[in-house]
């Protein structure tokens, strides 16, 4: 079974850094898509970056110059470097994953989310 297991969350002050983490465990084949989403309390889940295909990105302009998504497929991690954080960027992160099995199709899997909290 794949499991994405997310961590690096925290309390910090406006102005500091974060690094989330997301590692994949289990057997897949292979991993085209992943993305970090957040969800702020009554708010709907919002994507924030992704990486793909290429080693492409895409980020939401809320966080573009501030966020950067990396991963190493070697140690099946995928980063979200949060710089010059903002009380806005509180919410529960998600990390998020197209994942190959290794008997053909795809599935679409989530993590369970790691809390991250911005202080004025």
């Known amino acids: 079974q794949v499991q994405l297991v997310e961590s690096g969350g925290g309390l910090v002050r406006a102005g500091e850094s974060l690094r989330l983490s997301c590692v994949v465990s289990g057997t897949f084949d292979r991993i085209n898509y992943e993305s970090w989403y957040r969800q702020a309390p009554g708010k709907q889940r919002q994507l924030v970056a992704s990486?793909?295909?290429?080693?492409?990105?895409n980020y939401a302009d809320a966080v573009k110059g501030r966020f950067t998504i990396s991963r190493d497929s070697a140690k099946r991690t995928l980063w979200l470097q949060m710089n010059n954080l903002r009380p806005e960027d509180t919410a529960t992160y998600f990390c998020n994953a197209a994942v190959w099995g290794t008997s053909g199709g795809v599935s679409d899997l989530w993590g369970r989310g790691t809390q991250v909290t911005v202080s004025s």
């Open positions: 990486i793909y295909s290429g080693e492409k990105t």
